[in-house]
T-cell receptor, first 116, second 113 residues
Framework: DGGITQSPKYLFRKEGQNVTLSCEQNLNHDAMYWYRQDPGQGLRLIYYSQIVNDFQKGDIAEGYSVSREKKESFPLTVTSAQKNPTAFYLC???????????????FGPGTRLTVL | AQKVTQAQTEISVVEKEDVTLDCVYETRDTTYYLFWYKQPPSGELVFLIRRNSFDEQNEISGRYSWNFQKSTSSFNFTITASQVVDSAVYFCALRGSQGNLIFGKGTKLSVKP
């Protein structure tokens, strides 16, 4: 079945450690996105990528890094520079191009990161 | 600037009641796209509907209906005869200039039996 997978589902990190969240899609979508969700808040954009080997900062990129070496994969690294990383992280994708505004975004199941 | 406001933080109803979730948006674009998503306790966002700015026709899908009014910049969502399975957080969103979605803070709906 086509969809987006994220792993792990739960992740615990000690302060000062970098961790990488995985996001894979088999929908043949060009565009991929990372959002962060805090309790009682909407989703906020961290990074996005419209094409392989290219990505752009979103609204809250500080303390995060990404790569887009393959169309299917868009991993997110939460670095030690991120001051408050405990949150729920959601990966999304959609078709790019002239239909991109119209098409809905598909979301993965999310990764819940907790800093100990 | 683009912005989505969902003023209702939490709503609690009893099963079979009708409930309306409000969404007000701000954008300077003449063409824009609005979305509603449902987030059940599992966390994954489920797409419900999209609406483009040049189609003001209201839409009904089973117990769900949406009222889009450009004059008041609103895109409200009504659930008729609510059920316990409707309990979730509902997000209204506006498509941003980079293809991303700009979300409201969500409305948590609790439907009690």
């Amino acid at each position: 079945d086509g969809g987006i997978t994220q792993s792990p589902k739960y992740l615990f990190r000690k302060e000062g450690q970098n961790v990488t969240l995985s996001c894979e899609q088999n929908l043949n979508h060009d565009a991929m996105y990372w959002y962060r969700q805090d309790p009682g808040q909407g989703l906020r954009l961290i990074y996005y990528s419209q094409i392989v080997n290219d990505f752009q900062k979103g609204d809250i990129a500080e303390g995060y890094s990404v790569s887009r070496e393959k169309k299917e994969s868009f991993p997110l690294t939460v670095t030690s520079a991120q001051k408050n990383p405990t949150a729920f992280y959601l990966c999304a994708s959609n078709l790019a191009g002239y239909t991109s505004s119209y098409n809905e975004q598909f979301f993965g199941p999310g990764t819940r990161l907790t800093v100990l | 600037a683009q912005k989505v406001t969902q003023a209702q933080t939490e709503i609690s109803v009893v099963e079979k009641e009708d409930v309306t979730l409000d969404c007000v948006y701000e954008t300077r674009d003449t063409t824009y796209y609005l979305f509603w998503y449902k987030q059940p306790p599992s966390g994954e966002l489920v797409f419900l509907i999209r609406r483009n700015s040049f189609d003001e026709q209201n839409e009904i899908s089973g117990r769900y209906s949406w009222n889009f009014q450009k004059s008041t910049s609103s895109f409200n969502f009504t659930i008729t005869a609510s059920q316990v399975v409707d309990s979730a957080v509902y997000f209204c969103a506006l498509r941003g200039s980079q293809g991303n979605l700009i979300f409201g803070k969500g409305t948590k709906l609790s439907v009690k039996p």
